[in-house]
């Protein structure tokens, strides 16, 4: 017998809480990227869980559009990190802060 | 031959050459090429009158009534009040529109020659254009609110067409003074048309759609659903309106003022077209004013105040001394005319004589103006005479309007003011008083135009010509109430400067070129066979077999004479009474005449002594002190509450709206403190705001 | 096995559906390759495609007009409601590129990829309208998003552009992290993706106290309310919307938001509508911090970007009121004020790009002082848009105002409504402070000649034509969006 839903349901919520810590905490624009990756592949497990426990298919369909997804967006992520990185030689999120007020 | 949607390229035409021209105007066309371009425009859309005309004419006359009608597009829809653009071409905006779109052609061929030279003479055209197209929209709207959209068009070009000559303190001030009495007159005009709606909705069954047509809101008066005294307050309302735009009775003060502005405006706008607006209006709702005609002391009030008005301009213009003043009162005197006749229920004179004046008037207006061109703007009669030997065209064209305006047959003036005045005799007992007033009115228009006439043309002038100088601004002005020592006069400004430099600065007058007087004659032949062509009396024709009938009254039955509804038309009178009336309103013109020649006549001139009794009637010289005594009652008391509403908007409202601004200003400012540009503070922002919605939804819920 | 034979005999007609899509998607690998062979002199030719892309996709559009239907196993749905939605998309894609190219050009970013790039949001804003499931919803957000991050980064020699796009794109994808994570939730209360299944299972079991669904609803708010800019999830726009480059400025405020609101609706009108009273009282107060906010910072501004931005703001919070009215009255009024902001939003940026220079040197308000009398047309022109932005009639935004509002008393949200004209006056002293600069201000410096910029003065002129043909004639437009969400399948 499997785990109940509720327990994945939790494991999912403190992921993505800890993703979302990373992005309050860390100051490596990288770091800060791969948190929010984590946050993405927490609700993964959530749709997976939901999945099986409603005995369709679809929530692991899901899954898999959301790697897509995530790793296109990683992609350009990167792309934009880099550009950002040579005109201000920097990887400190609170260097993003140029434009304010 | 007709194609869809003919009527609004009518009205579109105009519009369209208002638009080439304040593009491409200034910058391409330049001077002859922009006139030319709005003069093209102008013509199309008479070409395209006279096409839908045509076609309505074909239609048998039951259907005429209803006429040709051009559902445009679906304007404004809101639940019951379903407005649409929509046309409608019947008799009556049939004949408007040959009047709008013909005399408007003809006068814009003439600006062309007038305005030649003026810096501004593409924008010029782009004005009259805009008039044009939208006092078509004005005749052509088949509901209440097409019709006040064209009226505060209209309103807008006539604003900016006075005050054309802006740099001029006193044309921008008549400009205002022009927009500010028609706002009065608009004001009322506009609950008249919220009233009619209210009506509507409380007439028509629930959920029946209002379209506030002027088909739809006559049928439902006709069919006496609406109660008679909301009715009789709608025509008040309305009839306050048409008092503002056609210069009546308490409102008329703005159109003496008004003549500031070029030549060709006063006479396409100030005395053919939108003066008229007002009496279209009252034709157009006939039916409401028919079916609860508003009287006081017996005296239907329309009527009255028409009456009234034309007695009283005319005697201002006995004495005044600029030419278009004196034209501008004698508008104002007509226009009092109509007003008599549609108040008394004869609509169809009431137009008639709307037609005849547009042509006589306009002449007048533009062989004043060719005047004026000839005599580098001078505007005061004083210092005119024996223009006959320079200017033969125009004195010849200027004599035949004067003839027509005048009342003497067989010219068109005679017709159609016979008719209105046998109309008005007609009307009961208070119609007999009303017809006495008309009558003396008739005398004194035919004097004060022949004495204007007299005085230009024949005789000698006072200085010699080519001793004067062009553009005196030292001439004693003649109108005390002439608001303010900055008014000059005609004679400074863009225009004349233009023209001085063009080398008509001193010297003798000249006639003017060719396109001016064509069009003036033109217009004197319309002014000669117009009325005979479009009135001639039913009960001569009958007499005498001849071969002329009342054109006009025909082809207008399908609109007046519908649903039972027969107004007062001519036939009740023996032929006799009225050979008798004819008699008495040719003998007063002749009279008028006479009296002129008397008093005016080329013996008398230069000096005119044995009028200067008349002359210095200080009540007539200030127009009866009407402007001062508004000043003194409205203006000036307006002012006081100017200063106290001032005193209160400044210390009262402004600190108001300050400690808003501040207050806004203020937390502005505090939320900006947010923006503080880190990406973590978004997050945490956004993370707060995920946060209370989830515990408003699962701990609310 | 049989799941494939099924799709393999997928009827023609869901083709038919996802026509105008197929059409861009395919435009835009064309431009790609198209580019490899054109020269920088003719790169003009890949903004004539990209138009003749998007006329074809809206053409095609026009055929599907009137259609009703589900494709593609419920993921795609065919209504007016999704169709006048792409009208009004491809319509800010059209003209964000007619007038990008004069701009990119002088931003020295005139790369194939900016048209390639905007082509294929494109697709995904189209998705977005035409999505009938929330992994559609989600996959198509995610098209739109990642197009749209690297335009805002596109000038890749800029801080600022790089920052906005980089912002962007974090906070972006933190909000859709919310997103997915709602969808997950909604799911696990319903078990179905589909809108319809959605709708259909919480009017058959009317969810008491379902915590689960409601925490869903409550992340996919915060989800939506990132992508329309809603307080306090619109942080990020100010920033955004003043680094990117102003034709994407143009692009992110009308496009985006249309399609965010798009999707929006869709979910919460139809899918959630059932449960429309526990709902709505959160969007209304969403509705209030929004517009309020917006108004209010706005009125601190001197950056015109930033401005915008925030008048952007208290846009969204105007269309919230829609949502929360949640009638089908207030859906159809929403499509015409999306219409009406696509081309007020579009004529403004028109207008900053025609101001604007190389580098984007700070665009404050003192450099509009006295712009109305030296350049008259132009002054017009604002004057036309700012009083549509601030609602006053006889513009596009006021008829938009007046329906949403009518449509929001309709459902007795007086003090919403009384709200919102408030902000709306508030509104009127910024625009109009604008006008005010432009008109009775002196001008800052010495006359600097204006740009002769064909396209972006076709895409002014459009704009405030549609503006004032919408303000004065709005009967037949206001008929097509009702009829729009009458048709609309699912719509209550």
Redesign the interface.
């Known amino acids: 017998m499997t785990p109940a ?1 509720p327990y994945y ?1 939790t494991l ?1 919520a403190i992921l ?1 809480a800890v ?2 810590m990373g ?2 905490t860390r100051r490596n ?1 990288l770091i ?2 791969m948190s ?2 984590l ?2 592949n ?2 993964n497990l ?2 997976v869980a ?1 999945s099986r ?2 005995n ?1 298919v ?2 692991q ?2 899954v898999m ?2 790697m897509a ?1 995530a790793a ?2 990683v992609a ?2 990167l ?3 880099i ?2 990185f ?3 030689e920097s990887v400190d ?2 260097d ?6 | 031959m007709t194609f869809p949607h003919l009527l609004f390229f009518i009205i579109l035409l105009p519009f369209l050459g208002a638009l080439v021209n304040a593009f491409w105007g200034k910058r391409y066309l330049r001077e002859p090429n922009a006139g030319r371009v709005a003069v093209l425009f102008a013509a199309g859309s008479f070409a395209l009158s006279v096409l839908a005309v045509m076609n309505l004419a074909q239609m048998p006359a039951a259907q005429r009534g209803v006429g040709i009608v051009d559902r445009v597009y679906p304007w404004i829809y809101m639940g019951r009040f379903q407005i649409d653009f929509s046309l409608t071409l019947d008799p009556l905006s049939a004949v408007m529109i040959l009047v709008v779109t013909g005399v408007g052609t003809l006068i814009h061929i003439y600006a062309m020659g007038y305005m030649h030279g003026d810096p501004l003479y593409s924008r010029f055209f782009v004005y009259l254009n805009l008039f044009l197209g939208s006092m078509l929209v004005l005749v052509l709207g088949s509901n209440f609110i097409l019709l006040y959209v064209g009226w505060e068009l209209v309103g807008a070009c006539s604003y900016l067409l006075i005050g054309f000559w802006f740099e001029r303190v006193s044309a921008a001030k008549a400009g205002m003074k022009a927009f500010v009495v028609n706002r009065v007159g608009d004001y009322g005009f506009a609950i008249g048309i919220f009233l009619t709606f209210v009506a509507m909705t409380m007439a028509l069954p629930p959920g029946a759609p209002i379209e506030m047509s002027f088909r739809q809101v006559s049928e439902v008066v006709a069919a006496g659903a609406v109660p008679m005294i909301t009715v009789m307050i709608i025509c008040l309302l309305l009839f306050w309106g048409a008092t503002g735009k056609s210069a009546q009775i308490p409102l008329y003060v703005w159109l003496a003022d008004a003549m500031e502005g070029p030549t060709p405006v006063s006479a396409l706008i100030h005395a053919a077209t939108m003066v008229t607006a007002g009496i279209y209006m009252i034709a157009r709702t006939h039916v409401l004013f028919d079916y609860a005609t508003p009287t006081i002391g017996g005296f239907p009030v329309v009527a009255l105040i028409g009456a009234l008005t034309a007695i009283f301009a005319a005697s201002i213009a006995l004495v005044q001394y600029d030419i278009k003043r004196v034209l501008a009162y004698s508008t104002i005197s007509q226009l009092g005319y109509m007003f008599l006749a549609v108040g008394v229920g004869a609509y169809v004179a009431g137009i008639f004589h709307l037609v005849t004046h547009a042509f006589f008037k306009a002449c007048l207006f533009l062989g004043a103006g060719s005047v004026m061109h000839g005599l580098h703007n001078e505007v005061d009669m004083r210092k005119m005479g024996g223009l006959k030997r320079y200017m033969p065209k125009t004195h010849i064209t200027f004599a035949i309007a004067t003839v027509a305006i005048a009342g003497i047959p067989p010219l068109a003036g005679f017709f159609s003011k016979d008719q209105i005045l046998a109309h008005a005799f007609e009307h009961g007992t208070s119609g007999k008083i009303l017809w006495g007033i008309g009558l003396v009115t008739a005398f004194m228009t035919s004097f004060y135009m022949f004495r204007m006439y007299f005085r230009v043309f024949w005789g000698e002038p006072e200085i010699a010509y080519g001793q004067a100088q062009g553009g005196d601004p030292t001439v004693p002005h003649q109108n005390p109430a002439d608001h303010s020592p900055d008014a000059e006069g005609h004679d400074v400004g863009r225009h004349s400067e233009a023209v001085q430099a063009h080398g008509h600065g001193g010297g003798l007058p000249h006639e003017s070129p060719g396109n001016m007087t064509g069009v003036l004659w033109a217009l004197a032949i319309l002014s000669v066979v117009g009325g005979f062509l479009l009135g001639f009396p039913e009960f001569i024709s009958h007499a005498t077999g001849l071969p002329f009938g009342h054109l006009l009254e025909g082809w207008l039955v399908p609109v007046f004479h519908h649903g039972g509804q027969t107004g007062h038309e001519a036939g009740h009178l023996s032929l006799a009474v009225e050979l008798l009336l004819m008699g008495a309103s040719i003998a007063a013109a002749l009279l008028g005449l006479a009296a002129a020649w008397a008093l005016y006549g080329p013996a008398k001139a230069p000096q005119f002594r044995s009028a200067q009794g008349l002359e210095r009637t200080g009540f007539l010289q200030g127009k009866y002190y009407i402007d001062e005594l508004y000043n003194a009652v409205i203006v000036r008391p307006g002012y006081v509450l100017a200063r106290i509403s001032d005193g209160f908007d400044r210390y009262v409202v402004d600190m108001i709206v300050n400690l808003t601004a501040f207050f806004v200003a203020f937390w502005g400012e505090v939320f900006r403190f947010f923006q503080s540009g880190y990406l973590r503070w978004y997050a945490w922002g956004m993370l707060g705001g995920a946060t209370i919605l989830l515990a408003w939804f699962v701990f609310l819920s | 096995m049989e799941a494939i034979e099924r799709m393999i005999n997928l009827p023609s007609s869901s083709f038919q559906a996802i026509a105008p899509e197929i059409i861009l998607v395919l435009g835009a690998l064309f431009i790609l390759v198209l580019d490899l062979f054109l020269t920088r002199e003719r790169h003009h030719y890949l903004q004539y495609f990209s138009l003749a892309f998007i006329a074809l996709a809206g053409w095609y559009t026009a055929q599907l007009w009137g259609d009703t239907g589900f494709h593609f196993y419920d993921m795609i749905i065919v209504d007016n409601f999704r169709l006048s939605i792409a009208y009004t998309i491809l319509i800010a894609a059209g003209m964000t590129i007619l007038m990008s190219g004069p701009y990119i050009k002088r931003e020295e970013v005139d790369l194939g990829e900016y048209y390639c790039l905007t082509l294929l949001a494109t697709v995904g804003m189209l998705f977005m309208a035409a999505a009938a499931d929330l992994i559609m919803i989600f996959v198509s957000l995610e098209t739109m998003s990642i197009g749209v991050y690297i335009l805002a980064a596109f000038q890749r020699y800029r801080v600022a552009s790089n920052e906005a796009g980089l912002k962007y794109l974090l906070i972006g994808s933190f909000a859709t992290s919310f997103l997915l994570y709602g969808i997950a939730l909604v799911y696990a209360a319903t078990g179905h993706t589909d809108l319809d299944g959605i709708s259909r299972f919480l009017t058959n079991n009317p969810p008491a106290g379902d915590k689960i669904l409601y925490a869903g609803i409550a992340m996919l708010v915060v989800g939506f309310g990132f992508k329309v800019a809603a307080f306090p999830f619109h942080l990020w726009t100010p920033d955004v919307y003043e680094g990117a480059p102003t034709s994407i400025t143009a692009f992110m405020a009308a496009g985006v938001k249309v399609a965010a609101f798009a999707a929006f609706a869709r979910v919460f009108m139809s899918a959630l509508h059932p449960v429309h009273d526990q709902w709505a009282p959160a969007l209304y107060w969403l509705a209030i911090l929004t517009m309020s906010l917006g108004n209010l910072v706005a009125v601190t501004q001197t950056n015109i970007k930033r401005l915008l931005a925030y008048s952007s703001i208290a846009h969204a919070g105007y269309l919230l009121i829609g949502i929360t009215a949640g009638t089908s009255e207030a859906a159809s009024a929403m499509v015409f004020y999306l219409a009406a902001y696509t081309l007020m939003t579009m004529g403004v940026f028109a207008v900053v790009i025609y101001l604007g220079h190389k580098g984007e040197p700070n665009l404050t308000l003192y450099d509009f002082a006295g712009l109305g009398y030296r350049y008259p047309l132009l002054g017009f022109a604002m004057v036309v848009l700012m009083m549509s932005l601030a609602g006053l009639p006889p513009t596009a935004g006021f008829m938009a105002k007046f329906y949403l509002f009518r449509a929001a008393i309709r459902e007795d949200l007086v003090w919403l409504v009384v709200i919102a004209v408030l902000n709306s006056v508030v509104s009127v002293y910024y625009y109009l402070g604008i006008l005010v600069r432009m008109f009775m201000n002196p001008p800052e410096e010495e006359g600097r000649a204006l740009p002769a910029y064909v396209p972006v003065g076709v895409t002014l002129a459009v704009s405030i034509a549609g503006i004032i043909l919408l303000g004065i004639f709005p009967t037949p437009w206001i008929d097509a969006a009702q009829r729009s969400v009458m048709v609309a399948l699912g719509m209550r």
């Not at chain 1, 993003?96 to 007020?101: A, E, M, N, R, T």
Request: glycine share 6%; hydrophobic share 70%; no cysteine.
């Open positions: 839903l349901l999912s993505f993703g979302m992005v309050f624009v800060v990227f929010i990756e946050m993405l927490s609700v959530a749709f939901i426990h409603l369709a679809n929530g369909a899901i559009f959301v997804v296109a967006e350009v992520g792309a934009i990190i550009a950002w040579r005109n201000r999120v609170d993003l802060s140029l434009l304010k007020w």
